[in-house]
């Protein structure tokens, strides 16, 4: 039973860690398009990107914590032959990680008023989380090899 309650708080804390991971790039595709001059506009998508990175780095530790937690703890996907699934799913974890990362340091840059990329590179940035999704959840689910 614990499994089960531990596998729905993973699902669910995913699912918060995505919509951070899927809103702040279409922000970064914002600021990359503020005019010169609007401070006032540049300043609001700031602080709006600024709170999504604090407040989606928060979900990331459980959502990973409790599948870490399935993983190593009941040791599903764990031992044996058939877990191809799980070594796969985790290279793509890994990808949304350093994602996540890289999501700080446009904003650092952003900060120091940088606008390192236009905004179309952003629109291709803003669909590897869910490129990643499109994987993973297959993956976990179907478990093909
Ligand atoms: C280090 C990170 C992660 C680890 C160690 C991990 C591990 C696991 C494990 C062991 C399960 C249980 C599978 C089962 O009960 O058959 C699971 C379920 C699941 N994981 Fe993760 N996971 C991680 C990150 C993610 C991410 C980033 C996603 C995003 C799409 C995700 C999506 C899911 C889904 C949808 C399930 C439910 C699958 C089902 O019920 O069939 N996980 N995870």
Redesign the pocket.
Known sequence: MAYLWV?AL??IF?ISW?AGLFYLPRIYVNLAMVPAGSEAERARLLLMARKLYRFMTVLMVP??GF??A??LG?G??LHGPGNGW?HA??SF?LV?LGFHHACKLELRAFERGEIRHSHVWYRWFNEVPTLA?FV??PL??A?PF
Do not use: C, E, Q, R
Request: hydrophobic share 75%; no cysteine.
């Open positions: 596998k993973h699902i995913v995505f959502a990973v599948g870490l399935l993983w009941f599903i996907g799980m799913k985790l974890v949304l999704m993973i959840v976990v689910v478990k």
